[in-house]
């Protein structure tokens, strides 16, 4: 088989929702992703251009196809089968590939919603992995709003009362997110987002979620969408704090600023911030994926470059050697993958003089 050994481009796939938006912005433009970076495929299954609301794009979804390299024109999924640790990395040993990665645009309430963890999804879901997430406020409106883990003293009788009666999200904390404010969602912590949000999620390969209230909404199909009460019931956790807003720890690097944002053992999130050219490299055991916000350049190698703009997302095989980043305007992207947290979080900032106990606040174990 071919080598798999530079960067490698990928195109979204578009999902409609009855709480999704027509405006894209600030990272998709509606008009031109099916006929732009979208492979011919992918638009066709993609609502794009038409009249439906877009609420989710998956940038790293099984369907989405390879634009260059050895693997170009294959899925995601097509390609992590076919070439296994060569692309996803030699600590990764499932076939599917080990991240699910979207953009979320809001502009409804998303249903009240948990997530089992592994030990549940065999037991009771054989074929998907737990659901374990988190989220990064891109965009926030000035009234926008989440709901995130239950206040103190709601009890498991107490929830399932508020389900049944409609009332549940008064027994949730009611948090205004601001962009760029991060938030971490394991399993068993019953969630919900509400309109006038942009935000980044990544989690586990897994669209496994256990849906508690709807407010009485029909799907885009007419009908009521199904609730999922027992289960949802079994797995929420009712102690669990609400971690968002976690500290932000920032460094200064030589193409400008890293940012490390969150570390679990199911994936790792930093924000990089090239101002000037940065040289990088792939690391030897894991997959990397660059998803870029905002700004535009070049993805170099020896082999030549590619154009690199708002909205693209970059799977870095572990065998990439060398590549840059070159900046034409100032490059703002999320960098995520599957971390060991000792050696990718704690150990490197520890180097640089951060306190562990401020790292601490943004590691999950």
């Not at 990064?136 to 995130?148: G, S, T």
């Not at 890293?258 to 053992?265: E, Q, T």
Request: hydrophobic share 40%; with cysteine; charged share 30%.
């Amino acid at each position: 088989m071919a080598k798999l050994d530079c960067p490698l481009l990928i195109s979204p796939v578009f999902k409609p929702k009855i709480w999704g938006r027509k405006n894209l912005a600030p990272l998709f433009d509606r008009t031109e992703a099916a006929t732009g970076r979208s492979s011919s495929a992918v638009a066709a299954q993609s609502p794009i251009g038409k009249s439906n609301l877009i609420g989710e794009v998956w940038i790293t979804n099984d369907q989405s196809r390879f634009l260059n390299g050895a693997v170009a024109g294959l899925t995601l999924d097509e390609a992590s089968r076919k070439y296994r640790s060569d692309l996803n990395g030699s600590r990764w040993t499932n076939e599917r590939f080990p991240l699910l990665a979207k953009y979320i645009y809001t502009s409804d309430w998303l249903s009240v919603q948990v997530h089992p963890d592994d030990a549940y999804a065999r037991a009771h879901d054989p074929g998907s992995p737990g659901k374990c997430e988190m989220w990064y406020f891109v965009h926030a409106e000035k009234d926008a709003v989440i709901l995130l883990g239950l206040k103190a003293g709601v009890t498991h009788d107490k929830l399932r009362a508020a389900l049944e009666n409609g009332t549940a999200r008064d027994i949730l904390h009611r948090f205004h997110p601001h962009a760029s404010e991060a938030a971490y969602i394991p399993p068993g912590m019953i969630h919900a987002l509400g309109p006038g949000l942009v935000l980044f999620e990544v989690e586990q390969n897994s669209d496994l979620t256990y849906r508690l209230d709807d407010f009485g909404r029909v799907g885009l199909d007419g009908k009521p969408r199904p609730l999922h009460l027992k289960k949802g019931l079994e797995v929420t956790k009712v102690e669990l704090p609400a971690f968002r807003d976690l500290p932000r720890i920032e460094l200064r690097e030589a193409f400008g600023l890293r940012r490390y944002v969150l570390a679990s053992r199911h994936f790792a999130l930093e924000e990089l911030t090239v101002k000037e050219i940065a040289t990088m490299s792939g690391s030897p055991d894991r997959v990397e994926v660059l998803s870029v916000l905002e700004g535009e350049g070049r993805v170099e190698t020896e082999a030549g470059w590619l154009g690199c703009e708002t909205g693209d997302t970059w799977l870095i095989p572990p065998a990439t050697k060398r590549y840059r980043v070159v900046p034409r305007k100032k490059i703002r992207m999320l960098r995520f993958y599957v971390p060991v947290i000792e050696k990718d979080f704690r150990k490197p900032l520890l180097k640089r003089g951060v306190a562990r106990k401020k790292i601490e606040t943004i590691c999950f174990e």
